[in-house]
Every structure is written in C-alpha cells, then in structure tokens.
C-alpha cells in the first residue's frame, strides 16, 4: 500500500538540512540532539533551530500585514485542491501576466510557476526569480486563491515594498514558496501543502505534494 501511494504523489518539497539556503540574516536550519539511543535511554529526540522559511513554506498574513493572522489562523481550503503547474523558465527576472498566458485558459483555484530550470539548494539566489504585482491581481481577477514559486520569494529579493506580497495581502491570496518543481511537468494536479498550526507564526513549513489528475 504504501508503495501505491507513493506512485502516486510527487514531492515538490526541497530537502531541508543543515546548509540549506535560507534568506540571508534570515534564522538557518540546526539540529542537536536532546536524546540518543543507548542502555539508559530508549529513544532519540532532536530539537531544531530554524526560521519557519526555510524550504516549501506558507507565508502567513502576519508575514507582511501587522495585523495580519498567523499561520496557524488561516483557513486550509487554499491549501488542498486542484492545482496547475505552469512553466515560465528563461522569462526574465520578473513574472508577467503575458508569461502565463498560454496555459490561462480555466485556470483551477490554485497556480504554481516553475522559474528554474533547476532550483539552487546549496545557496541563496540573489537574483531570484519574482512575480510582477500585476500578475498577482490578474490571478485573483481570474478566481485564483493561492499562487506558487519555485524561488524563495513571489518579490525581489533586494526589494524593501514587497509590492507582490502587497497584493496578496489585498486580494486575500495564500502563497506558497521555495517548491521544488524540477520535474514537474506542465498540466493539472492535485495539490496538498498543508501548514502547520503554528498560532503565533509568520509562517510554516509544509511537505508540499502533487496528485497527478489522470
């Protein structure tokens, strides 16, 4: 049984380990061990150090609204549902509506962008791939509830107004970012990333998976 499901699911989560790339000044990934197996202990028990960024996460409204609600207040329905992978690599530094256009046609509630050819996991990339703020509105004009990157953030990395988060914080979109979406091919799926409930959090890790529809 297990092996049929894993069949069936592909994992668009990026290894989260000690070296992963994490937005600099931003808190990184460690792990030390409060407990290990040996004659008097029965079990192993890590603690972790990390920011709630590192790897597939949800940004939370309080992530960039201060007023906003935490992670662990958010509604999942945009979180799970159909979902469609669309590919833009090589379209420049920012995402426009035009980039999107050949796959626009009854667009599902939920979108995910695939920007690199391969997504670096051994270093920050300065030059991320973001979207423009005006595709963000052109996706919640068309219904669309939560938007997807495969870079570590939907702004520039260098940005200080966040003008996409803005928009997603206008238009009430959810955002998932730092997919691993390399090889993930174009088209319709299932997608499941749910956040942690994490209540005071400006956001979470998730195991992002997709369902293929067919």
């Known amino acids: 049984m297990d092996k049929y499901f894993s069949c069936q699911l592909i994992d668009i989560s990026p290894p989260v380990r000690t070296g992963s790339p994490v937005f600099p000044g931003d808190t990184a ?6 407990a290990t197996i040996s004659p ?5 028990v890590a603690s972790l150090t990390l920011s709630p960024h590192v790897g597939a996460h949800a940004d939370a409204p ?13 509604d999942l329905t945009p979180y799970l549902g159909p979902c469609r992978v669309i590919h833009v690599m090589g379209c420049g ?5 035009q980039h999107l256009q050949h796959a626009w046609a009854d667009l599902p509630p939920r979108v995910l962008v695939r920007s690199y050819i391969r997504q670096p996991q051994d270093h920050f990339d300065t030059a991320l791939p973001a979207f423009a703020p005006e595709t963000i ?4 004009d068309a219904g669309v509830l939560l938007v997807g ?8 990395a260098d940005s200080k107004t966040l003008p996409s988060h803005q928009v997603l ?8 970012e730092n997919l691993l979406l390399d090889d993930v091919a174009e088209g319709d799926y299932e997608l499941i990333a749910l956040p942690l409930k994490l209540m005071e959090a400006d956001a ?3 195991r992002a998976v997709l369902r293929p529809l067919a």
Do not use: F, K, M
Not at 29 to 34: A, C, E, L, V
Not at 149 to 156: L, T
């Open 29 to 34: 990934y460690q792990q030390q061990w409060g």
């Open 40 to 44: 008097g202990c029965p079990v192993n």
């Open 62 to 74: 309080l992530h960039y609204d201060p007023q906003g609600p935490s992670i662990g207040q958010v």
């Open 93 to 97: 530094p920012l995402i426009e509506p």
């Open 137 to 140: 509105t052109a996706l919640a």
């Open 149 to 156: 990157i495969d870079s570590a953030s939907v702004d520039p």
């Open 169 to 176: 914080r206008q238009r009430g979109l959810r955002v998932l």
């Open 204 to 206: 979470s890790p998730v």
